[in-house]
């Protein structure tokens, strides 16, 4: 079965400076990768895709995340945090059944951004 | 336009009643999902529909059980509720059931049991 692991709880930027949300992978084939963020009391919305193309994948908001299979990881970058961005941040790997595929959810790293 | 919406987004019930959600998602996607959020924010899939047919099933009591009267619907029902059913709700969709396929999420149903 597949699964990911997100290595901090918490992270907490000051606005204007890089963010780093570190998910490492667990998949016995190649997987499909997803981020997905969700603001307080809110839905979930779908940042960004890996699935099998370029590596270094490009989402929504500033933020890119970059497949290392060499390294099983799946971070999810921005260049510099904005108010906004302070939210809760699932890393998440597909994973296929006999039937249908289900998505496995890391245990979520939650982003805080100080003025 | 409402992508994947859910009824109603707080349902306050007492242990022992019965209560149903719905999701409707109006994307044309074939396949629609429950997951459960629990308090401590972990997501885990509950069922899966293609097409009407259920395709998932996760070791889910049969308390609950859910409905897709059309593949445009997937209704969640949930007999004698305990308190342990407390938690946040999550209809998802997506295009298929290929692994590729991002899942587009509603707003999530808040439900407590007292």
């Known amino acids: 079965a597949q699964s990911v692991t997100q290595l901090d709880s918490h992270v907490s930027v000051s606005e204007g400076t890089p963010v780093l949300l570190r998910c490492n992978y667990s998949?016995?084939?190649?997987?499909?990768l997803f981020w997905y963020v969700q603001h307080p009391n809110k839905g979930l919305q779908l940042l960004l895709k890996?699935?099998?193309?370029?590596?270094l994948v490009k989402g929504i908001n500033g933020f890119e995340a970059e497949f290392k299979k060499s390294e099983t990881s799946f971070h999810l970058t921005k260049p510099s945090a904005h108010m906004s961005d302070a939210a809760e941040y699932f890393c998440?790997?597909?994973?296929?059944?006999?039937?249908?595929?289900?998505?496995?959810f890391g245990a979520g790293t939650i982003l805080r951004v100080k003025s | 336009d409402t992508a994947v919406s859910q009824t109603p987004k707080y349902l306050v019930t007492q242990m022992g009643n019965d209560k149903s959600i719905k999701c409707e998602q109006n994307l044309g996607h074939d396949t629609m999902y429950w997951y459960k959020q629990d308090s401590k924010k972990f997501l885990k899939i509950m069922f899966s529909y293609n097409n009407k047919e259920l395709i998932i099933n996760e070791t889910v009591p049969n308390r609950f059980s859910p409905k897709s009267p059309d593949k445009a619907h997937l209704n969640l029902h949930i007999n004698s509720l305990e308190l342990g059913d407390s938690a946040v709700y999550f209809c998802?969709?997506?295009?298929?059931w290929g692994t590729g396929d991002e899942q587009y999420f509603g707003p999530g149903t808040r439900l407590t049991v007292t």
């Open positions: 998802a969709s997506s295009q298929d």
């Open positions: 998949s016995s084939y190649s997987p499909s």
């Open positions: 890996y699935t099998s193309a370029a590596t």
């Open positions: 998440v790997v597909s994973d296929l059944l006999l039937r249908g595929n289900k998505l496995v």
